[in-house]
């Protein structure tokens, strides 16, 4: 302790307290090297904003970035296209109260009328991925229309999203991005454009560029929160996006440099400057013009020297890229073979294990995103709407849901594995089915269907006799024991 923090300790005790703890502070900051302030961390700039400042601000264009790499890298699109698939694969299976009139209102749920339950489900998951977010809308019909439960979907891009809404509002609500909370910090609407912002000339003006407020339960939100403030969701390949541009542009580097150096085969050396090389011609303007092709050979009199072109090697650059394409890969959350294909330096452990890690990131999406975001509430609205017009008796209730089905890295070993984790008591065969993305109580109910029906027409499987066989070496142990 200096003089000038014992001088202030005698004339304000608390000021002093206020100091040595900032003068603690400050000594624990500069213990860790990222904390220091020095040559390494020179230009390292970072903020403590909340999620939403530093998200809202850049929402549009990195939304626009992503649409333009998922249509023109083919990187971008063939992650984009892992992470649906293996999110939706070939549905997801929800059963409900009465799975008849579940299953017919899936076949009627597009508000467009193109797609079923789970084709709404995947275009909302590709957005999702691509675009950081989705909206789907509740629209309540009539019992007119002739819908078997008066309810449909209509998916919306994040474009009708109105960021630039934030602000208070004059009922004391505030708005973010778009999204109102009330008082208490509730979201209680959101702020819709109609029609689509950049929809083509003379659409999107039809019924003004004024966002509308829609009440939130007419609303679903489907984003992955990272962070306890966000409120808003950003591009699954925001963080790759730099690296896909810069392969993108490295490879179109290389082949323009291949280009120019095929074009320069042959070099005719002479003194006479009236010579030419190349094929003769004029622009419209009276220009002279000379072309060079790849290949092309030109001979000029009175040459005095010929050489012949030797194309520089490209050093690094497969190295380059596969290091780039591994960074892309975990900043999309692929698998580097998933998004590229190669398969060469993967045998079954290694491809197995980086499934393994890959298909939790996918059922964390699954399970803490995408169904409490937006099966759930779409379940309890579709009960209660079919409730109110009579095509459902009872009250709302939870309703299962099973995720798609996985495909086997190798199906005897995993069978195999399933099989013995069963007979150690470790795993049941409905844990085993669900996992595999099967409904254990219709698989169950199937078996014993088929099981009868060949029963009936005599026919035994090997499983069956295996069972005979045991069965009768059990009664005749037991007439042996009796005699």
């Given at each position: 302790m200096n003089w000038i923090d014992r001088m202030v300790e005698y004339v304000s005790p608390a000021a002093a307290v206020r100091r040595a703890y900032a003068r603690m502070s400050l000594n624990m900051a500069r213990s860790y090297d990222a904390g220091k302030v020095g040559r390494r961390t020179a230009g390292w700039h970072a903020t403590n904003g909340s999620a939403n400042a530093e998200i809202a601000p850049q929402l549009s264009r990195i939304r626009a970035r992503g649409r333009d790499i998922v249509r023109n890298n083919e990187y971008g699109r063939s992650a984009i296209r892992a992470l649906v698939a293996n999110t939706i694969g070939d549905g997801i299976t929800v059963k409900s109260p009465d799975n008849g009139l579940w299953e017919a209102?899936?076949?009627?749920?597009d508000y467009d009328g193109q797609l079923n339950f789970n084709g709404l489900l995947e275009l909302a998951v590709r957005h999702r991925y691509t675009d950081g977010e989705v909206l789907i809308r509740l629209h309540h019909t009539g019992l007119y229309e002739g819908l078997s439960v008066p309810l449909q979907l209509q998916v919306l891009e994040a474009d009708h999203l109105d960021t630039s809404k934030t602000g208070e509002l004059d009922n004391g609500h505030f708005v973010i991005a778009g999204v109102e909370f009330d008082r208490s910090g509730r979201r209680c609407a959101y702020w819709i454009f109609q029609t689509h912002p950049g929809e083509i000339a003379g659409m999107s003006w039809k019924n003004g560029m004024d966002s509308i407020r829609v009440a939130a339960r007419y609303i679903l939100h489907y984003y992955r929160k990272e962070r306890a403030?966000?409120?808003?969701?950003?591009?699954?390949?925001?963080?790759?996006?730099?690296?896909?541009?810069?392969?993108?542009?490295?490879?179109?580097?290389?082949?323009?440099?291949?280009?120019?150096?095929?074009?320069?085969?042959v070099f005719i050396r002479s003194d006479n400057g009236g010579l030419n090389v190349g094929q003769q011609g004029k622009t419209a303007s009276g220009q002279r013009t000379e072309t060079l092709a790849p290949g092309m050979i030109t001979?000029?009199?009175?040459?005095?020297?010929?050489?012949?072109?030797?194309?520089?090697?490209?050093?690094?650059?497969?190295?380059?890229?596969?290091?780039?394409?591994?960074?892309?890969?975990?900043?999309?959350?692929?698998?580097?073979?998933?998004?590229?294909?190669?398969?060469?330096?993967?045998?079954?452990?290694?491809?197995?294990?980086?499934?393994?890690?890959?298909?939790?990131?996918?059922?964390?999406?699954q399970w803490l995103a995408l169904v409490p975001m937006l099966i759930n509430p779409i379940c309890w609205a579709w009960q209660k709407s079919a409730i109110l017009s009579g095509a459902l008796r009872g009250k709302p209730s939870r309703m299962s849901v099973t995720m798609p089905k996985k495909a086997w890295v190798d199906p005897v070993k995993d069978v195999m594995a399933a099989k013995e984790a069963q007979r150690a008591g470790m795993k049941s065969v409905s844990e085993s089915i669900r996992e595999l993305g099967g409904d254990p109580d219709a698989v169950l109910a199937e078996i014993i269907a088929e099981r009868q029906q060949y029963a009936d027409a005599g026919i035994l499987f090997d499983s069956d006799a295996a069972v005979s066989e045991r069965l009768i070496k059990i009664t005749d142990v037991m007439k042996t024991e009796d005699s």
């Open positions: 209102w899936c076949d009627q749920c403030s966000q409120v808003r969701g950003m591009s699954e390949l925001a963080v790759a996006l730099m690296r896909l541009r810069d392969v993108a542009d490295y490879e179109q580097a290389e082949l323009v440099r291949k280009k120019i150096e095929a074009c320069f085969a001979r000029i009199d009175n040459a005095d020297a010929i050489e012949f072109a030797s194309p520089s090697q490209s050093g690094g650059y497969e190295g380059y890229t596969n290091t780039q394409l591994h960074a892309i890969a975990a900043g999309t959350g692929v698998m580097y073979s998933q998004m590229t294909g190669d398969l060469s330096k993967f045998n079954y452990s290694s491809y197995r294990a980086g499934l393994v890690e890959f298909r939790q990131i996918i059922n964390a999406e």
